[in-house]
DNA sequence: TATACATATGAATAGAATTTCATACAAGTA
DNA sequence: TACTTGTATGAAATTCTATTCATATGTATA
C-alpha cells in the first residue's frame, strides 16, 4: 500500500526508543553515545533510531571532533507532543475508562 | 518496554489504512459500510480500524439504526496534520534529496 | 420470531519493524 | 601508520502488527 507523508511520519515516531531520543534531546543536543548511556541502551540501537529520526528530519547531526552531535527539530514535534498531551488529558481525565492511553 | 501515551498514540496512526480513513472522515461522518466502500477496503478490515482509532478517541461513533456513523475527533488531528504537512514542506521542497518523506 | 442487513470480533497466518551482533568506517592521537 | 574511541551498517533472528476469513452480535423489519 502506498506509503504517504504521514505514514513515514508517524511510524517514524511510532517506537517507543525514538519517543525516548526525543525526549532526552528536548533538554539538549547530545552525542550517541551519550544518548546511550542517558537513555541506558545499546550503541547501535540507538545509532538505528537516530538514522531513523534523521531521515524524517526530525533530529539533525552535526560533527563535532570522532562525535555526533544530534539536536532535535523542536519545531514541528514539540507542537505535535502538546497536541497529544492536550488530547490526554481531554479524553483521559479522572474519568476515562475505555481509552488505551491513559490505561 | 514501556507504553508511552505518545508510542500508543502514535502507531495507532502509523498505519495507511487508518489515515486513509481519517482522511475520509475529514469530509463528514460516515458509517462503516459507506466507509467501506468509499475506500475501496473489507469490511472488516475497515472495522478493526476503526477500533483501534476509537481507543484512542480519534474518532467516536454514534449508532443510527442499524449503522454506527463515525466522525473524526478533528481538535488534535487536524493541526497534527497540519504541522506535518508544514514540516515536509519545510525540509522537502524542491532540494529535497536525503529526506525518506518526499522519496 | 425468522430473516436480512450492518458491524464487530477472534484467531490463524502473513507481513513488517526491531533487535542483535559482528563488523566496517571515520576521526583523532600516540 | 598503528591504535583507540565513537559511530554506522548489514543481515539474521526475533518480536510486533495487520490481514484474513469464518462467525458472532446487534438492529431493524416482514
Same mark, same amino acid.
Given at each position: 500500500?502506498?506509503?504517504?507523508?504521514?505514514?513515514? /511520519? /508517524?511510524?517514524? &515516531?511510532?517506537?517507543?526508543?525514538?519517543?525516548? %531520543?526525543?525526549? $532526552?534531546?528536548?533538554?539538549?543536543?547530545?552525542? *550517541?553515545?551519550?544518548?546511550?548511556?542517558?537513555?541506558?541502551?545499546?550503541?547501535?540501537?540507538v545509532?538505528?533510531?537516530?538514522?531513523?529520526?534523521?531521515? !524524517?528530519?526530525? *533530529?539533525?547531526?552535526?560533527?563535532?571532533g570522532?562525535?555526533?552531535?544530534?539536536?532535535?527539530?523542536?519545531?514541528?514535534? &514539540?507542537? %505535535? &507532543?502538546? &497536541?497529544?498531551?492536550?488530547?490526554?488529558?481531554? /479524553? !483521559?481525565?479522572?474519568? $476515562? *475508562?475505555? !481509552?488505551?492511553? $491513559? *490505561?
Open positions: 500500500m502506498y506509503k504517504s507523508t504521514y505514514h513515514i /511520519f /508517524f511510524s517514524n &515516531l511510532a517506537n517507543p526508543l525514538r519517543i525516548k %531520543i526525543i525526549s $532526552c534531546l528536548k533538554e539538549k543536543a547530545r552525542s *550517541v553515545s551519550e544518548l546511550s548511556q542517558k537513555i541506558e541502551e545499546e550503541q547501535s540501537k545509532s538505528h533510531a537516530l538514522a531513523s529520526l534523521k531521515s !524524517c528530519n526530525i *533530529v539533525e547531526a552535526e560533527q563535532k570522532k562525535q555526533r552531535i544530534y539536536s532535535l527539530n523542536k519545531k514541528t514535534i &514539540l507542537p %505535535i &507532543l502538546k &497536541l497529544i498531551d492536550n488530547h490526554a488529558q481531554t /479524553f !483521559c481525565g479522572s474519568k $476515562c *475508562v475505555s !481509552c488505551e492511553i $491513559c *490505561v
